[in-house]
């Protein structure tokens, strides 16, 4: 142990001099917010000239959604205002430059239940408007969530994937899926869903949901009035097929 720290004080002393660094080096202010374990700060908190802080700021902005204010409630399913909704159900928040926050919204997320696994692209990818975006598994069965936007992957939510049912307990905060930068925006924004048109297609989603319900399981997936959660996994002779050809098809 005092090899050790013998060790230490030596390689502190060398490059920086062991008695400056001890009363000289403080906790970076990331640290002492909160935000990240201990770090060291070396710049004596001229945090405009350190390209950690740069990184944090743009990582952090990245990773940190605030919850929305106000949510639309239809037979259950919520839907936030100022967030818009493409047809196959991916939201879409806008962010600054350009950048787009995409998820799934609660009624996929209901109508399928908790996935099993959820496949998201690699940074860098180009996303394509109509075309595979996100994939869900659950018991052998796969779909497709389809782009909202044209542009290219810029961040995934990896913490998102490390805890099952992360998406359906916050699917329009911390369950978010990717980042899109989409230098076609202002056109793309054409074909996405807000305000009452949002509203207005979710509501007819829940009616055609009802009906297949009460057409093929004789069984409805209200609960007090409300659509509950994992219809799929509760209705039994539900095909997944017919869910996602309903459904998540634009």
């Excluded at 906790?27 to 201990?38: A, M, R, S, T, V």
């Excluded at 996929?108 to 996935?115: A, N």
């Amino acid at each position: 142990m005092e090899n050790s720290i013998q060790i230490l004080k030596h390689e502190m002393s060398q490059n920086y001099g062991f008695e400056n660094a001890l009363c000289a080096r403080k906790p970076c202010i990331h640290h002492l917010k909160g935000h990240i374990e201990y770090r060291m700060c070396d710049r004596e908190y001229r945090c405009s000239s350190c390209e950690f802080d740069q990184y944090f700021q743009d990582q952090y902005r990245v990773h940190t959604v605030m919850s929305p204010v106000h949510y639309h409630k239809i037979d259950g399913i919520s839907f936030p205002t100022g967030y818009y909704l493409a047809k196959g159900h991916a939201w879409v928040k806008l962010e600054e430059e350009n950048e787009t926050r995409v998820g799934i919204d609660d009624f996929v997320l209901r109508l399928l239940g908790t996935p099993d696994h959820i496949e998201l692209p690699l940074i860098g990818t180009k996303a394509v408007k109509g075309e595979p975006l996100i994939r869900i598994f659950r018991e052998g069965n796969s779909a497709s969530i389809l782009s909202p936007v044209n542009g290219v992957v810029t961040a995934v939510n990896r913490d998102m994937l490390k805890e099952k049912g992360a998406a359906n307990l916050s699917p329009y905060c911390n369950g978010w899926m990717v980042m899109v930068h989409c230098d076609s925006l202002r056109n793309d924004m054409k074909d996405l869903l807000f305000m009452e048109e949002s509203r207005s297609y979710l509501k007819q989603h829940i009616e055609d949901l009802y009906e297949i319900l009460e057409a093929e399981t004789g069984l409805m997936a209200a609960d007090g009035g409300n659509l509950g959660d994992d219809i799929y996994g509760n209705a039994p002779g539900l095909e997944w097929d017919r869910l996602v050809e309903c459904f998540l098809k634009q």
